[in-house]
């Protein structure tokens, strides 16, 4: 098997053969014990776009299925698409947890409130309120997978916080991907055409915690 880079000529793609692409889900899978996603193959240098697999050979799933790769080929269902979920929801548990511990130490339980509904339709909710000297601020805790993904999720939150009602009080959108660096993130919000409205921010996890000491917290009285 030949494996190759992406690459153009003459401004045109070369056209990638099957045993280019074996050659690179086998060196990717070399390298992560697994086979990669539609998202991983965008972003991987020995294997070609996700929409040209796409074109030349029906998409992912049909190509694995050529391939004979592994015995699941399409990972959006079955025993993959269980095992993700269960890695996702326990990640998310863990890193709602380390966010509650840091927030109740910083400002105390009594001013830390979880899943704070802005409304009585229990939909429009941040994952923490916390009362503080100024008010108050809303959190929202997420985990994009890379780049591409931290920029859909922004759009996303960006929307569900566009309404009057849920831009009362500063929100932070905490990204906690520890591999995402400050710097990709204000790159992010520099070249963003869509601009954060005032009093929204988008934070990692070092950024977060001198925010909140920033912040001045409440007394519980005796």
């Given at each position: ?62 190509l694995r299925t050529q391939l004979k790769l592994g015995t699941e080929y ?149």
């Amino acid at each position: 098997m030949t494996l190759r880079q992406q690459k153009k000529s003459g401004g045109r793609e070369i056209p990638w053969s099957i045993e280019n692409l074996a050659a690179g889900l086998a060196h990717f899978y070399k390298e992560h014990e697994r086979y990669p996603t539609a998202t991983e193959v965008d972003s991987y240098v020995y294997l070609p776009s996700a929409r040209s697999i796409e074109r030349r050979f029906g998409g992912l799933v049909a190509l694995r299925t050529q391939l004979k790769l592994g015995t699941e080929y399409d990972f959006r269902a079955g025993t993959h698409s269980s095992k993700r979920a269960h890695t996702i929801n326990v990640r998310a548990h863990t890193i709602e947890k380390k966010v509650y511990d840091f927030l109740c130490t910083s400002f105390g339980k009594e001013f830390v409130h979880r899943e704070y509904f802005f409304s009585d339709d229990h939909r429009t909710r941040a994952d923490f309120f916390i009362y503080d000297k100024r008010g108050g601020f809303c959190v929202d805790v997420f985990y994009p997978s890379d780049r591409r993904n931290l920029t859909g999720c922004l759009n996303s939150k960006q929307t569900k916080y566009a309404t009057e009602i849920m831009r009362q009080y500063p929100v932070i959108f905490l990204q906690m991907n520890e591999g995402i660096t400050d710097e990709v993130l204000e790159q992010l919000i520099q070249n963003k055409d869509k601009v954060l409205p005032k009093g929204q921010h988008l934070m990692g996890w070092k950024i977060f915690e001198s925010f909140c000491r920033s912040r001045t917290p409440l007394v519980v009285l005796n």
